[in-house]
Nanobody
Framework: QVQVVESGGGLVQAGGSLRLSCTASGLTFAHINMGWFRQAPGKEREGISCIKWNGGGIYYADSVKGRFTISRDDAKNTLYLQMDSLKPEDTAMYYC??????????????WGQGTQVTVSS
């Protein structure tokens, strides 16, 4: 059974940083593309970053480019999202997803329950 679990969300002031983590089990993590998505109240889910199984392909949405960094540690079955220079508009539920391709949410097979990130102004 595949399980995807996010952690690391919280409340932070604008300009601050957070690091999200995502552990995935029940799959061969090293051979799986991974992605981060977010959804703010009243808005559609947005793909913000993804990384291919071999770490070779990394993509960011324009809204986070230059501020967020995605990485993975295959030995720990863990995906990370380092978020710097956070803005109030980054406030959302953040989701980790496995088994898809690119920033399109419909391609991903497995999803976590999400972790809330709130950025105060």
């Amino acid at each position: 059974q595949v399980q995807v679990v996010e952690s690391g969300g919280g409340l932070v002031q604008a300009g601050g940083s957070l690091r999200l983590s995502c552990t995935a089990s029940g799959l061969t993590f090293a051979h799986i593309n991974m992605g981060w998505f977010r959804q703010a109240p009243g808005k559609e889910r947005e793909g913000i970053s993804c990384i291919k199984w071999n770490g070779g392909g990394i993509y960011y949405a324009d809204s986070v480019k230059g501020r967020f960094t995605i990485s993975r540690d295959d030995a720990k079955n863990t995906l990370y999202l380092q978020m710097d220079s956070l803005k109030p508009e980054d406030t959302a539920m953040y989701y980790c997803a496995a088994g898809g391709d690119g920033l399109g949410s419909t391609t991903y097979k497995f999803w976590g329950q999400g972790t809330q990130v709130t950025v105060s102004s």
